[in-house]
DNA sequence: TGGATAAATCTAACCTTTAGAAAAACGGTT
DNA sequence: AACCGTTTTTCTAAAGGTTAGATTTATCCA
């Protein structure tokens, strides 16, 4: 596929995203501010606010008057435009939230699920329950949801082999699940969300390349470079976590041997806890929430579990390892930090962390680097997986025209 | 560093340097050419070549009359607007070639460097005598010169601990080469330029995403990302060599222990075939070139050494489990190999490698992945060096206004 | 009622692109 | 020698985008 070619009309289009997501930053902007922020002139800044006004998204919140002089007329998204709903398919669990149209978080339901079930009819069954409750809980019509983003982690076993998220080959069930659901359905997998995340709420459009990485069950990385998320040539950019740390190492559930998953993915940690103290009551806690939830508990003060103590040491040597060798790779200017794991554990993984990366990047690679637990608010999966499909729906209204390299 | 805004101008330089680009790989094109090529319209190309005609860098070569009609006016890059010379700084040799401005070769000419020797005052005169023994032997006049560019394997150890790639953390020595040469000089580093190289004569403007790899002393690769280079935060971006494949493996020279370099650059081939036959004459042998030369000889037909194929089939595996890595965090179209062990080895290893990207990138990331030998002529780092040199003039000229992040 | 002032809008200029009309250049035909 | 058909190249008009700066609008205060 060769390169597309950008007309002045994508300008516009990100024109149009860039004032959004001032606002959405913002809460509250005036055209002022918004030129501001966006360095787009005070004429741009008009015609796009109209443009947006007109479309339902943008609404002239009140007239603040100054002391003296015209007031200023302040903007806001207009939350009651509608309803967005994000569905977080983990390998533990299936969480839906639904949004407003300002994504502002208005409630969520969750269900378990059996880690080890991978039989389709039993998942689309889950995450419509999910998606049910969820709006239901709401209290919100079904004519209301703009649109549904359903985040399957993708790429790796299960699922019949066959990965949802390439754009080509689609999952066998895809079908199913839209004809189950019967809204507008955007499918991607949780690395875009979490970088989408990132690029509306978080650290995305404030450096010039920035990766962010879930740490989880699964572990991954979002990489956001100039404000677009790399997703490669079958939307498998970012799979890191399956990128090898140890030649022959410890195998991982993928198949492969010395992922870097297998060594700082949640049971990769209880397999390093294993090997410091094979007795360690923790060791055989069987749910690895849990378990990572003990984890943060065991190290706080007075008297932290020194094998616990030991096990973050040495995760932490191999997660900036891993890390390194991304910035090896990629050189970017920050990372964040996210997913469940770097929710509990960040703070004691952070520091050890940042050493380690600046010891063995390359050269100055990671001489500026900034290394940080992710400020996205909230869970950051379900927030960008309905990013993606809030940025879907702009699209099919003609608001922005850059093509969305969503997968289905 | 936020992300810079796209105007309407940076079209225009894109639309001309797609142009210049065409011209170059067509080598003689008419108007009507360009339009099919660029898929620009007929009205834009004809006033971007009356732009580059007005700078001297395009002619009018001649009219082709076809059987009937107006006749067709070829046109081409003008090799006589000047000349550009590369110098590729490699570990064991400073090899400067001169280049006519449609990027033909015109001359070339080695001297060799020591391998052991860091002093800047010794290398700035290596680059210097090599710059002018190249000048002469093409019987170029210096004003001639439009630019020159250098290629310093910047990122790792050595010229006292200060990379010279970094774009803020200047090469202290930069200066006095300046001052010597006394032409417009670009430095950048090797990956740069053979991903460059790969942009205007190889696979990177027919892939939305494409790496190459370059294979010799030290490795490395050149990620092509949507037609731009990917530099990254401090232009370190593609230092794949100093990832890791093995935790705590092999010691690289660059400190860090078990680099894909020490696996796979021409030393760690090299260790790879000691460890497999210690008494090896080859394993002896202390000029790299001659020892990847020699191995390519010694696969040959009718009886191939069969330490010397262990040793390629342990690369392979290496080389390949390594190139996994990439495609799991990158997931690219297309990756070509370049540098001189590729050159050598390249057909032996190939096949191989291709297997066990396969069998060890996640899900289908490599599915549609073609991996070759570069189709880049000649020297890609001297070609792409150059290259870079010829965007900066380009630039200095006003004919391209997008901002080129070279180093100095 | 009439300033002073700040915000928002309008205007004109300039940039790009494209589609399609018009012009140019030539060989062949009358 | 003049004309015609054909093909390539150039020109023109329309549509979009952006910006700087002038103008209008809305309010408080004297």
């Not at 060791?283 to 984890?295: M, S």
């Not at 997986?385 to 922005?400: H, K, N, Q, Y």
Request: proline fraction near 4%; hydrophobic fraction near 45%; glycine fraction near 12%.
């Amino acid at each position: 596929m060769a390169v597309t070619r950008r007309t002045s009309r994508d300008i516009r289009s990100e024109s149009r995203l860039d004032v959004l997501h001032a606002l959405l930053l913002a809460g509250e902007a005036s055209r002022g501010d918004l030129v501001g922020v966006t360095g787009l002139s005070n004429a741009t800044v008009a015609t796009v606010v109209s443009d947006l006004i007109e479309g339902g998204l943008v609404i002239e919140a009140r007239r603040t008057g100054g002391r003296v002089g015209r007031p200023t007329t302040s903007l806001r998204l207009n939350g009651n435009r509608g309803r967005i709903v994000g569905v977080d398919v983990a390998e533990t669990y299936i969480r839906a939230t639904v949004f407003d149209a300002a994504l502002d978080e208005l409630a969520s339901a969750e269900v378990a699920a059996d880690e080890h079930d991978d039989d389709a009819d039993y998942v689309v069954d889950r995450i419509v329950s999910a998606l049910d409750a969820a709006i239901g809980q709401a209290g919100v019509a079904r004519a209301d949801v703009l649109g549904v983003g359903i985040s399957l982690p993708g790429g790796m076993a299960g699922w019949g082999g066959v990965s949802a998220v390439v754009p080509d080959a689609t999952w066998p069930h895809v079908d199913r699940l839209r004809e189950r659901i019967d809204l507008p359905i955007v499918i991607d997998n949780p690395l875009k969300a979490i970088a989408t995340a990132e690029l509306w709420f978080g650290e995305g459009r404030r450096h010039a390349s920035m990766i962010t990485i879930n740490l989880g069950t699964g572990v991954g990385a979002g990489i956001v470079l100039e404000g677009t998320i790399l997703r490669g040539a079958t939307n498998f950019a970012g799979e890191w976590g399956h990128s090898l740390l140890a030649l022959d190492g410890r195998q991982c559930r993928c198949g492969r041997k010395g992922c870097v998953e297998a060594y700082v993915g949640a049971s990769g940690i209880q397999q390093t806890l294993a090997g410091i103290a094979p007795a360690h009551p923790l060791a055989a806690e069987t749910t690895q929430r849990e378990f990572i939830g003990a984890l943060a508990a065991a190290l706080e003060p007075p008297s932290p579990d020194p094998a616990v103590s030991e096990t973050m040491d040495l995760t932490a040597r191999y997660l900036g390892s891993a890390i390194a060798d991304l910035v090896a790779i990629v050189n970017p200017e920050m990372i964040t930090l996210t997913g469940w794991t770097a929710w509990a554990l960040g703070g004691h993984l952070v520091p050890a962390v940042r050493r380690r990366v600046i010891e063995e990047s390359p050269g100055d690679a990671a001489a500026g680097l900034a290394i940080e637990v992710s400020t996205v608010r909230g869970n950051s999966v379900a927030t960008g997986i309905a990013t993606i499909a809030l940025e879907r729906f702009l699209s099919d209204v003609g608001l922005v025209t850059t093509r969305l390299p969503t997968a289905l």
